[in-house]
Structure formats: C-alpha cells, structure tokens
C-alpha cells in the first residue's frame, strides 16, 4: 500500500497562500491522492482528490508533479478558519469494491493573523 | 450533500461493558467504514463493509465487531469495553467502486473508566 509523508506541522499568515507538501513516492499507476481536513471535534472534511493532472475546486487547488510521487495542496487566500489538520491520502483498492484510505498524522497548519 | 451521522457525540462507559457505536448514512452508499483516532497514531481501520451481512476485517479488529443488518446503518461493537479503547471513533461511507472520496460523520468521542 502507497503511504504518504507530510511535515508535521506548518504556520501561513491570513490572506497568503498556504502550500501543503505530501510525498507519495510509492503511488501505484492506478491510486488518486486525496486531501482532507479535520478540524478539531469533527470529522474529516473532503477537499479535493486527483490523479495526475493539476485539480482545483473552490477550496483548493491540487498540484501533481509529473512522476506523481508528489503533490502539493494549495490554499489561495488562507482565513484563521482554515486552521486545522490536513490530511494527504492516497487510496489502494479494497477487493475492487471500493477505495481503502490509509491516514498518517497530518500536517497541522496555523493559520497566524 | 451526503450525510453521515453518528449517534452520540460524546459517551461515557465503564469497563466491561458492552457498547454499542451507531453510524447511519442518508446516500444508499454501498460501503461503510469504522476509524479510530488516537493522538499521534491518525486514523485506524476497525472493520468495513462492502454490502448488507458482509463485513471485513481492517487493521486492528481485535476487541472489536461490526454489524451490518440494512445498507444505511453499520454498528461497532466493543464486546466488553476497556480503557485503551478511550479513543475517537470516526465512521464513513463511500459508493461502490470509482474514486470518489469517503463521507465522514463527526466522531463519538468515548470515554472508558
């Protein structure tokens, strides 16, 4: 299964971008990376997830090096609401039923005022 | 929007107890998903399942089961509580196959004394 490396954690002042690394370099042909966030006493939150080619929504924009074993998660305009914990995910199959996420610890960003 | 709801927030239970985690999902997805958080370790895979009556094994099953009697409900089950499982329980669900991503609910946060 493809693991993921993240800093651990990571400060951006409000209003600047925030660029979150992640490192997938044993990412199979086949597996999307997926980005989520967890605010503390929720959920994870669904951001924005891809497969090769550079992806953006209204949270974020998603940027995949060529060789795929990278990805950087971009918020444009970081607010103190964005604190939280990020997660970079890459997904495996689960006897073809579906996809299995494996969670590492995250980088916790601070957004600073 | 896909909604997932998890019974309590919060949960107070005493050692050797049975306790029951409900997880109900509003988008007729086929699969559902049973995490645990724990400070440092991200999240674990309990147990899924891939259909009604089917369920799998994730990562650390040990001291836990799963039920799945309909498709929008999928229940964990510590059969006789202990402290180390004092933790966050996340459960998700995901349609079958494809690539889209996984639906948190918020997490109970169960205490064992």
């Known amino acids: 299964d493809a693991k993921t490396t993240q800093p651990p954690s990571m400060d951006c002042a409000e209003g600047r971008a925030a660029n979150l690394p992640c490192n997938h370099s044993?990412?199979?042909?086949?597996?999307?990376v997926y980005w989520y966030r967890q605010i503390h006493s929720q959920g994870p939150q669904y951001i924005i997830h891809g497969l090769k080619n550079n992806e953006t929504n209204e949270m974020a924009s998603l940027i995949i090096t060529e060789d795929r074993k990278s990805s950087t998660l971009i918020l444009p305009h970081a607010t103190l609401r964005d604190t939280a914990v990020y997660y970079c995910?890459?997904?495996?199959?689960?006897?073809?039923?579906?996809?299995?996420?494996?969670f590492g610890t995250g980088t916790s960003l601070t957004v600073i005022p | 929007d896909v909604k997932v709801t998890q019974s309590s927030r919060y949960l107070v239970k005493r050692t050797g107890e049975k306790v029951f985690l409900e997880c109900v999902q509003d988008?007729?997805?086929?699969?559902m998903f049973w995490y645990r958080q724990d400070p440092g370790l991200g999240l674990r895979l309990i147990y899924f399942?891939?259909?009604?009556?089917?369920?799998e094994k994730g990562d650390i099953p040990e001291g836990y089961s799963v039920s799945r009697e309909k498709k929008e409900r999928f229940s964990l089950i510590l059969e006789s509580a202990s402290t180390n499982q004092t933790s966050m329980y996340l459960c998700a669900s995901i349609v079958k196959g494809g690539t889209r991503p996984q639906h948190f609910g918020d997490g109970t946060r169960l205490s064992i004394l």
């Open positions: 988008m007729d997805h086929e699969n």
């Open positions: 044993t990412i199979s042909g086949n597996e999307y």
């Open positions: 399942s891939y259909d009604v009556k089917m369920k």
């Open positions: 995910i890459v997904s495996s199959k689960v006897r073809g039923t579906g996809n299995q996420f494996y």
